[in-house]
T-cell receptor, first 114, second 114 residues
Framework: DSGVTQTPKHLITATGQRVTLRCSPR?????VYWYQQSLDQGLQFLIQ???????AKGNILERFSAQQFPDLHSELNLSSLELGDSALYFCASSDVGATNYGYTFGSGTRLTVV | GQNIDQPTEMTATEGAIVQINCTYQ??????LFWYQQHAGEAPTFLSYNVLDGLEEKGRFSSFLSRSKGYSYLLLKELQMKDSASYLC???????????????FGKGTMLLVSP
């Protein structure tokens, strides 16, 4: 157990639907990062939050949004889902500066859009 | 931005030594990380280099040359359980150490055979 908790582990939904992925960071970590991993693209950075505020944005679609709550857990909302959104979605957390260990990853949510 | 290149696949034999190379181009540099990822699982931290040279940790070693934009991960005494994807990730220099975002390469799939 890495200390980063992601739910659900698996999600199957239809095109056009909306889903919410949840992440609780490791205790003491203020930064949360969301990554998408598909077979051909590798780990793609989506968005970062630090202590409740958005700090960096990567290749995140407008259909996707995220937030970090006062208790530091984060949610990634994916809407108007398309077949191409099927992927593993990882949440990671780090302390300030992501020191010498970079990120700690959660076990991921496997999203299948049918 | 960052550009990271690593071989797509490598094969090796149990008990052997394998070197996985990573080259990168980045507008700023503040560390290079290696992660191991078994299929369908979360990436786990292996090593971190920020200064030139070799970092050794048991059967795993990582080398960095900042002037060449080059790193390698060396795995010794290969075991079947080392079959996994190995991800090279670069952290750019950030004005505020709390806001660093790792950019990952697509990973090198290593297959260890008996």
């Amino acid at each position: 157990d890495s200390g980063v908790t992601q739910t659900p582990k698996h999600l199957i939904t239809a095109t056009g639907q909306r889903v919410t992925l949840r992440c609780s960071p490791r205790s003491g970590d203020l930064s949360v990062y969301w990554y998408q991993q598909s077979l051909d693209q590798g780990l793609q950075f989506l968005i970062q939050y630090y202590n409740g505020e958005e700090r960096a944005k990567g290749n995140i679609l407008e259909r996707f949004s995220a937030q970090q709550f006062p208790d530091l857990h984060s949610e990634l909302n994916l809407s108007s889902l398309e077949l191409g959104d099927s992927a593993l979605y990882f949440c990671a957390s780090s302390d300030v500066g992501a020191t010498n260990y970079g990120y700690t990853f959660g076990s991921g949510t496997r999203l299948t859009v049918v | 931005g960052q550009n990271i290149d690593q071989p797509t696949e490598m094969t090796a034999t149990e008990g052997a030594i394998v070197q996985i190379n990573c080259t990168y181009q980045t507008s700023g540099f503040n560390g290079l990380f290696w992660y191991q990822q078994h299929a369908g699982e979360a990436p786990t931290f292996l090593s971190y280099n920020v200064l030139d040279g070799l970092e050794e940790k048991g059967r795993f070693s990582s080398f960095l040359s900042r002037s060449k934009g080059y790193s390698y991960l060396l795995l010794k005494e290969l075991q079947m359980k080392d079959s996994a994807s190995y991800l090279c990730a670069v952290r750019p220099r950030s004005g505020n150490s709390g806001y660093s975002t790792l950019t990952f390469g697509k990973g090198t799939m290593l297959l260890v055979s008996p």
